[in-house]
């Protein structure tokens, strides 16, 4: 294998600073929770996050607005059951996020080698990005209150 494998993650990758309603995200916390190694390097993190906080916070617009207008100052201020001592919010919002960011890194991850292992790596993680997506689209329907399975009779 002749592919150059970047050894870049340091032990501090930055914080993702968020809109102020959202909160901040600890991107070693993330690099833990998604046990990235060093092949993922903090700028390659760094880029799939903050694409992940655009994302997961378009699809909460409405209801961030709809929580402001009655009163909430932030994520953590609006009423939901606490979890670890904080709100379960806070923790399906990280985990929308997180996944988001997961699934970004898994499909890119086989840019990096298309021979023998690379390969089969490659087809390892192809469900790995697809169950983070499942993990984001839960996360998200949790936060908006609204069942994980839609079933429509035809």
Sequence with gaps: ???????????????????????DLDGQHMRESLRLDGSITDARLEVAAV??????????????????AAGYADLASVPADQIQGESQLLH????????????ELAERYRDYSATGDGAERAEALTPTA????????WAIRSILGVKHTTVELI
């Design 1 to 23: 294998m002749s592919a150059f494998i970047a050894s870049g993650g340091s032990q501090e990758p930055h914080p993702i600073t968020n809109d102020g309603w959202y909160p």
């Design 92 to 103: 399906l919002y990280r985990r929308a996020v997180y996944c988001s960011a997961g699934a």
């Design 51 to 68: 694409n992940a906080v655009i994302e997961v916070n378009r699809e909460l617009h409405s209801w961030k607005y709809s929580q402001m």
């Design 130 to 137: 697809d169950e983070y997506r499942r993990d984001v689209r």
